[in-house]
């Protein structure tokens, strides 16, 4: 119960409060924007239809590009619908730095160490933004990690 000493002493104290806790939260829902920003990138249908690619082909991931648009495009344009992508070469296309995504094809899609979900990295962003970039594993899950943790998970990644 708060005692009301002045009509401005409660506003004040209210407002120092609100602001501890959109701090101690994030600022106010930054976590949660980065986390929309991720479901809502290109990357996580990509990452879907590689995955679901590999697993409608004995485990195996596509040979190349060519393959898994092909694929994709098989699936007809009901499987795009529910993504906010309109063609399935705008996929391959990073909405944050305006670069297509680099995609592991085949052999070296294999090897890498545990990603999102637990998954290897397949694809990533070339640049990202800030000191970010977004990646993704065969799982669907989508990441966004700093340098240091992109070396860990993709090691042979050249350098951008």
Known sequence: MAVRTTSGTVVVAVRILLLGM?????GCGGA???????????????????????GQHQGQPPANEAELKEFIRSLGPEALASFPVDTVDALFISERDGKPYVVLY?????GNPPGPAGAPVIAYEQ???GDTRFVGSSMGAVEEVDESRFRELVPNASAP
């Open 22 to 26: 959109c701090v101690s939260l994030g």
């Open 106 to 110: 085949g052999d070296a899609a294999k």
């Open 32 to 54: 949660q924007r980065q986390a929309e920003q991720r479901e809502e990138s290109h990357l996580k249908p990509l990452v879907l239809f590689y995955g679901q690619y590999t």
């Open 127 to 129: 640049e990202g933004t």
